[in-house]
């Protein structure tokens, strides 16, 4: 019998979840649809170009928003089993509410794991597909700045001639072992720049003891002087550039951190993005609990409405203070690290204290 039961909650709870992914997957369609449709208005393509791009976008989003999905989906299911006096039938063969909440938090806690090693894999490989595709057809320069295991590159269109930079890594506001080259029109090198460090905080890029290499006189110039450049990029431009990790899976951040930084990606923005992964399977547990202590502390049937805005409610102030805590590690109020665990850790203690209430109920 217990077998039975323990079924019955755990299909009927994950077929509520999967419901509810699917409406966002749905609602995140449509949404993102009309922004693919706006970038591709002056472009020739099929229609079916804009589609498949909203679909290889949405599943990225829809694990950043999992935690809410998986409060929602348990409000609505403990609401429904109370409704329909299945709880209270749980209750007769032995199932507390402790016991109901236990069984449904630890299936998210599994289940947010299985997103990390699993899906997140997938998801991430659609994010690369979408990005890649996106840049073949954007004329904004941005798409033109890429890391690579050979460092960064960066490639500019100035007047009537192309200007790509190398350099093997970043340092702070500097480049490290940078060569600039200046081609024409036809691609023909016009001359190169060689430094071992090149100041990028502004937009007037400070050269350290260029030298010079100008292949039509075959002259090679140097100097002890440092020698201004004015570029499009500065330090935060291309930083900004990459702090979506969406291409980019929670085995694959973990796997290649140290490689990651030495390819001269900021190692803030990967502790955050690597701490944030991390917490989804906490989160997802969390949630739960609260779900289950909105729900489950009376057996009395309820108005399913009054519960959705309860519902969307602790969503929104549960969104902001995860981004308040966020944007308190991001100006160094406190440590990044600790600003992504920190909503979790609070509402763990109010889950906590919420979990004892309602199983004495």
């Known amino acids: 019998m217990n077998k039975i039961i323990l079924n ?9 979840v999967f419901m509810f992914i699917s409406v966002f997957f749905c609602f995140g369609i449509i949404f993102n649809l009309f922004d693919e449709l706006e970038f591709f208005k002056n472009i020739e393509v099929s229609f079916i170009t804009p589609i498949v791009l909203t679909g290889m976008f949405i599943p990225s989003m829809i694990i950043k928003a999992l935690p809410f999905i998986f409060f929602l989906s348990s409000m609505w299911f403990m609401i429904k089993i109370r409704n329909n006096k ?6 007769v063969f032995g199932y507390s ?16 794991w299985f997103i990390l090693f699993f899906v997140s894999p997938i998801t991430s490989s659609m994010s690369k597909y979408y ?3 996106k840049s073949n057809f954007s004329r904004d320069v941005e798409h033109l700045v890429t890391f690579n295991r050979n460092g960064l590159w960066i490639k500019e269109n100035i007047q009537s001639k192309q200007r790509i930079i190398s350099a093997n890594k970043t340092e702070g506001n500097n480049l490290i072992n940078v060569t600039i080259y200046h081609l024409d029109k036809n691609s023909r090198l016009i001359e190169k720049i060689n430094s071992k460090k090149v100041n990028i905080q502004d937009n007037e890029w400070l050269i350290e003891n260029p030298t010079f290499f100008f292949p039509d006189n075959k002259i090679v110039s ?27 899976s929670f085995i694959e951040l973990s796997l290649n951190y140290k490689k990651l930084i030495d390819y001269g990606y900021n190692k803030r923005l990967l502790d955050q993005n690597l701490h944030s992964l991390l917490t989804i399977p906490f989160f997802l547990f969390v949630m739960t609990a609260i779900a289950s202590i909105l729900t489950l ?9 009054k519960f959705i805005i309860i519902g969307l409610v602790v969503s929104v102030i549960v969104f902001y203070f995860k981004d308040f805590s966020l944007a ?11 600003s992504v665990w920190v909503p979790v850790i609070v509402l763990s203690l109010f889950a906590f204290i919420g979990i004892i209430q309602i199983n004495e109920k």
């Open 97 to 112: 509410n402790f016991k109901i909440f236990l069984i449904v938090a630890i299936s998210a806690f599994i289940f947010g």
């Open 222 to 248: 140097e100097t002890t002087k440092n020698y201004t450049l004015i570029s499009n990029y500065n330090y935060e431009k291309i930083n900004n550039l990459f702090k979506n990790f969406d291409t980019m």
């Open 8 to 16: 019955y909650i755990l299909k009927n709870y994950l077929k509520t």
């Open 86 to 91: 299945d709880l209270l039938t749980l209750k």
């Open 131 to 133: 990005e890649k595709t």
């Open 297 to 305: 502390n009376t057996l009395k049937r309820s108005d399913n409405f």
């Open 328 to 338: 308190l590690g991001q100006t160094d109020r406190i440590p990044l690290v600790v």
